[in-house]
């Protein structure tokens, strides 16, 4: 048996073309297929050309693999069948899509007049710049104009988002915010059958049942591509079948057979998403030709028999014979069809491979994270309510009304920074867990819900994917999210939302889609008497290495308020990725040193003041003269450094400066090189865990490498979980290391 089995498929079909007979009778381009369907022959042809054009993509992405041209081979042949989707849904019908939904992309341009999908696949096989969706960073099924976000590879982790949109379509168009899209848009999610066994794909199902189920809309069409296998792994039989004919709240479809039965039960199970607003789940049957990939060697875990048999169920071959068997069209006009575009597409791809591919770093950033200083300032800077709005909101006094000595708490200031937010830009939506009619687990949100109503702030289930699901899905049609994730814990059972995902969605989109969004997730350690490693999570290491993604962390309320701003301004404006990670420790601490001193209290600033990454916060007594010493810290250790640096001047006549960074991703390198620059001795004060958890090690090696400083001191926790109780002091950075660090860095200042 031949590997290649892409000329054998093909000379299959060519085969029968040539040898069947027509029709006795011609049917008219308007006629249906058969007297029980809609699907007319003219349809039913271009569907067979869609699908044809889609077969010969996959054939010529093999092709200029051959010859290191291109670097994709992933194909959709067997899949056609989903080219019943590309027709029935509309381009205003957001759709997330699998791998191998190439002859849906090509139907659903059709509605599309002036479209190029063809050629601007084989861009996206070859890499290249002028693909217009993601310019060759990856191959990817997307389309501004056909409201189709790209995917990424990672299977399932579309769905979240797909049933978040769904979730928001409505819930936007109350709030008044403009979405390009029309009030009866339903969307559409496909998969593979090995996929849908993904945590993800079933939480995303289960919300979408659990939505309809508290009586929100729901309007999404999950489509199950089932070819009966997952790479090697065969999907046991009536597997799909068995497991989602039968559940509540969800509509199934099979969409098997000929064309137009496929054709019809698609179409039924459209009109019922679009007609209830409620979730139909569609069983697409389809095959797998030539393996998972082109690198794939099918024949080492599938007999030839078993390729064979799986050859012989080519939807393309069923269809032509449908189209010949009923007269829609003639074995001569299928031929000349297959040929023509088989030649067209061969002759794009070679003309693809011309096409200029991204070079410099600088290009392929580009889209990544976008930063328009001038322009996030003056959007953080309104629209300002007025006075009597703010007073209405707030109930009377003001917030800043309230001075010291019954000043804010960071919790208290976060409570009035979200509500000023919320009152002045009304596609903000809050919502997590707990966050409505209990406030917060740490009252944070308290009150919002009934200042802002059930639909600006609610509650959802508990399911931290589906939070972040929610969050991009309504922030691609417009509101700008602010989700919980109740502990930073829980934030790495999602996190593929955020790193996969979210964050990725401007890069391959090349800033086409966005999914703006601040993400407040409390977090860090030092609680007392709540403790325990999950709640007292002590490592940013894996959100500090997800490109694009800004890492806001205030330690006092003043600064939580302007972060606040600076952050939904910058999601707002520049369509960015923000984790608001607040300190749960210092919610509700009042004092600095010691009890009922105040020190941790602050005023409340009003709007618009602001604060933007890269902006640090300094503390030093005695300004006239430079200190001995730079301490560079953020959050609990800004508290602690503080008092450590009261101690240092009392108790040893060391002047230190302490910055607080505010800002860990990206990091403030510009402000932490001139204040290096100045001062020369500088210790970190890293509340984070020692290896790769914080912050220490990148700001050392950067005044090292740059050779700002004279001298580099850290303290960092130490790398283990948190223990329970008391022995949490054990591995956390406390006060006495840091005055530790500080004169030990001072002694070898002083022999130096
Ligand atoms: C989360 C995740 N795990 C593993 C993979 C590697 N992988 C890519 S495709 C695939 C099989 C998917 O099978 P199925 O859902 O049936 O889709 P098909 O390729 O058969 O259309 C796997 C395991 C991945 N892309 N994402």
């Not at 007049?113 to 993601?134: H, K, N």
């Not at 790209?150 to 769904?166: E, N, R, V």
Request: hydrophobic share 45%.
């Amino acid at each position: 048996m031949t590997f290649d089995r892409v000329a054998i498929v093909e000379s299959a079909l060519d085969a029968y073309l040539d040898g069947a007979s027509p029709a006795a009778r011609a049917l008219a381009p308007d006629a249906p297929l058969g007297a029980a369907t809609t699907l007319t022959a003219r349809k039913a042809v271009e569907l067979f050309e869609d699908q044809v054009i889609s077969r010969a993509l996959d054939v010529a992405a093999r092709e200029l693999k051959r010859s290191d041209r291109s670097f994709y081979t992933i194909s959709s042949a067997g899949h056609e069948n989903n080219v019943v989707l590309g027709a029935l849904l509309r381009i205003t019908d957001p759709a997330f899509l699998h791998y191998r939904s190439g002859a849906l992309m090509m139907a659903r341009a059709r509605q599309l007049p002036g479209s190029t999908p063809a050629f601007d696949t084989l861009l996206g096989v070859v890499a290249s710049r002028d693909e217009p969706i993601a310019q060759g960073r990856h191959k990817v099924w997307g389309s501004r104009p056909l409201w189709i976000p790209p995917q990424t590879s990672t299977i399932a982790s579309h769905l979240p988002k797909a049933m978040g949109l769904a979730f928001s379509l409505s819930r936007a168009r109350r709030l008044g915010v403009a979405a390009d899209l029309p009030r009866d848009a339903i969307v559409l999610a496909s998969f593979g059958d090995a996929s849908v066994n993904h945590a993800t794909a079933l939480a995303a199902i289960n919300t979408a049942r659990y939505a309809v189920h508290i009586g929100l809309p729901m309007p999404i069409v999950f489509v199950c591509e089932d070819n009966e296998t997952g790479i090697s792994v065969p999907t046991p039989e009536r597997w799909i079948a068995d497991t989602f004919a039968r559940m509540e709240h969800l509509r199934y479809a099979v969409a098997d057979g000929e064309i137009d039965e496929v054709w019809d039960a698609v179409a039924g199970a459209v009109r019922y998403v679009r007609g209830s607003r409620k979730p139909a789940f569609v069983h697409l049957r389809t095959v797998r030709l030539w393996g998972h990939a082109g690198s794939d060697a099918e024949h080492v875990y599938r007999s030839p028999g078993e390729i064979a048999g799986v050859e012989a169920r080519d939807p393309l071959l069923r269809n032509a014979r449908r189209l010949i068997e009923t007269g829609a069209a003639s074995p001569v006009e299928l031929r000349a069809l297959v040929e023509v575009t088989r030649e067209r597409v061969l002759a794009a791809a070679e003309e693809a491979t011309l096409r200029p591919r991204l070079r410099s770093a600088a290009e392929v950033t580009e889209p990544l994270a976008p930063f328009h200083a001038e322009r996030v300032a003056a959007r953080a800077g309104s629209p300002l309510s007025t006075d009597a709005d703010r007073r209405e909101t707030f109930g009377g006094e003001l917030p800043e009304e309230q001075r010291l000595p019954t000043a804010r708490t960071l919790a208290g200031c976060l409570n009035a920074a979200l509500t000023d937010e919320m009152a002045r830009r009304p596609e903000l939506v809050l919502f997590g867990e707990d966050v409505g009619r209990k406030g917060g687990v740490y009252n944070v949100t308290h009150d919002l819900q009934r200042r802002f109503g059930g639909g600006r702030v609610f509650d959802t289930l508990l399911d931290e994917t589906s939070i972040l699901g929610i969050a991009q899905g309504a922030a691609h049609v417009g509101l700008l999210p602010i989700p919980e994730i109740q502990y930073l814990a829980y934030l790495h059972n999602a996190l593929d939302q955020l790193r996969g995902e979210a964050a990725s969605l401007q890069f391959f989109s090349s800033g086409q889609f966005r999914n703006p969004m601040v993400v407040r997730v409390p977090g860090l350690a030092y609680q007392k008497g709540f403790g325990g490693h999950f709640h007292n999570d002590n490592s940013i290491g894996a959100l500090r290495d997800i490109p694009g993604l800004v890492l806001a962390v205030p330690a006092r309320g003043d600064d939580a308020a302007r972060m606040l701003r600076g952050a939904v301004a910058m999601a707002a404006e520049d369509g960015r990725v923000v984790v608001f990670l607040e300190p749960i420790a210092l919610y509700h601490e009042k004092d600095l040193e010691a009890d009922g001193d105040g020190g941790w209290l602050t005023d409340y600033p009003p709007p618009p003041a602001f604060l933007l990454p890269g902006e640090v916060g300094v503390y030093q007594t005695d300004a006239s003269a430079p200190p001995d010493l730079l301490i560079l810290s953020y959050a609990n250790g800004l508290r602690l450094s503080l008092q450590a640096q009261r101690r240092l001047a009392s108790e040893h006549g060391l002047a230190s400066r302490v910055v607080d960074l505010r800002w860990l991703n990206p990091l403030p390198f510009e402000a932490i090189r001139a204040h290096a620059a100045e001062v020369g001795s500088v210790l970190v004060v890293d509340e984070c865990r020692r290896t790769g958890g914080g912050v220490a090690d990148a700001i050392v090696a950067d005044l090292a490498e740059a050779g700002i400083g004279r001298r580099f001191g850290s303290v960092r926790a130490i790398d283990s979980f948190i223990p329970l109780g008391t022995a949490a002091a054990a591995v956390l950075v406390g006060l006495s290391q840091i005055l530790d660090g500080a004169l030990a860095l001072a002694g070898q200042r002083a022999r130096g």
